[in-house]
């Protein structure tokens, strides 16, 4: 690698790096400037949880008072059910509104074949309304005390008169509300419910703690329009930054070019005068050639040609066009020139001279 080439490699290195941090600038802002829309997400996550005790009758088969969930009972035996409804949910952010809660029981009938006979449904604890505010939690727990007996004795009397077979309990925990959030332009509404499933009107009775939410949760989605002036700082900025990349790319490319065409210049001209050193002279000026049939060559070894035919040396000198190579014999000179830059415009510019002289 020359001195040229290393001495020039803090400066390439220090012109990628401005222009790596120009682009990342321009991306970053006209991203930004042109990002005037945002989402803004809210959302929840429901929680239920039952737990129950199941009460038995005086002198019952077990000899038990009590059994907890997840036992076979009968039926005959059980005298009440004791059940701690507990519902919870968890907001993304703070929430402030009221929120009511209550219990209602449905009873329902079916024949052998799953039909659904009869069906009826109950409130049967007051409405509770409480209020939250800016909070991320909301917790509820409610006891119920469930006579299983009354329950019983209802579906008996529908089975004996309309022939049904099996029944069953549900008492349900509902729970509803409409909360307000900062990030969000509506309120946000709340409608959900957990049961106990107790059948009836069977012999043997397995009571099971059904968790049944309407929705396990809920994504809420709000689109807001926040151009402001920094967003329309940021775009002009981009979009000046952007112009100069391109003005700097443009200038960069021609620079390029220019030295890639210099560079080659310099390359011809110096590989013809290290490999002909032996028959080329070196002048400070342009020899005189005034009254002088000047040949132009098209390449050097038609010069090498001229050359070889009448011995003359061949001279080099440098001038603004360009490196000329020129062999004199006599009255005749035969001239090669290596240009500094091509004329595209030569044989126009000829054309109107011709016609100008016309």
């Known amino acids: 690698m020359s001195e040229k080439i290393k001495s020039a490699w803090p400066h390439i290195v220090f012109k990628i790096c401005v222009f790596v941090a120009l682009i990342v600038t321009c991306i970053y802002l006209l991203v930004y400037g042109f990002s005037t829309v945002r989402e803004y997400h809210f959302g929840y996550k429901e929680t239920g949880d039952i737990d129950y005790t199941v009460n038995l009758l005086d002198g019952n088969f077990l000899n038990e008072k009590s059994l907890k969930s997840g036992e076979v009972y009968y039926a005959e035996s059980i005298e009440s059910i004791d059940a701690t409804y507990k519902y919870g949910a968890d907001f993304t952010d703070p929430v402030t509104g009221d929120y009511t809660y209550y219990l209602y029981a449905t009873v329902s009938a079916s024949s052998d074949n799953g039909d659904k006979l009869w069906s009826n449904s109950t409130q049967i604890t007051d409405s509770v309304t409480k209020h939250i505010s800016n909070s991320k939690k909301l917790r509820i727990s409610a006891k119920q005390l469930v006579r299983y007996s009354e329950y019983e004795n209802i579906m008996q009397r529908f089975a004996e008169q309309y022939h049904a077979t099996t029944g069953e309990l549900k008492i349900y925990l509902s729970v509803k509300g409409n909360f307000d959030t900062e990030i969000m332009d509506r309120q946000v509404a709340l409608d959900s419910n957990i049961n106990l499933t107790v059948p009836l009107a069977t012999e043997a009775v397995t009571i099971s703690a059904v968790t049944d939410t309407k ?131 030569k044989t126009a510019l000829k054309r109107r001279v011709a016609r100008r002289r016309k």
Not at 235 to 261: D, N, P
Request: charged share 25%; with cysteine.
């Open 215 to 345: 929705n396990d949760g809920k994504i809420y989605t709000r689109k807001a329009n926040i151009d402001s002036d920094r967003h329309r700082f940021c775009r002009f900025a981009g979009v000046l930054i952007a112009f100069a990349l391109l003005y700097l790319t443009v200038s960069m490319i021609q620079a390029a070019h220019a030295e890639r065409k210099a560079h080659y210049y310099e390359y011809s001209v110096n590989k013809l005068r290290e490999e002909y050193d032996s028959i080329i002279v070196d002048l400070k000026t342009a020899p005189k050639v005034a009254g002088l049939h000047i040949a132009h060559v098209q390449g050097f070894d038609e010069l090498l040609d001229v050359y070889n035919s009448i011995k003359q040396p061949i001279n080099y000198y440098e001038a603004k066009d360009g490196a000329h190579f020129i062999l004199i014999n006599g009255r005749l000179a035969w001239q090669f020139v290596i240009p500094k830059e091509k004329k595209t415009r």
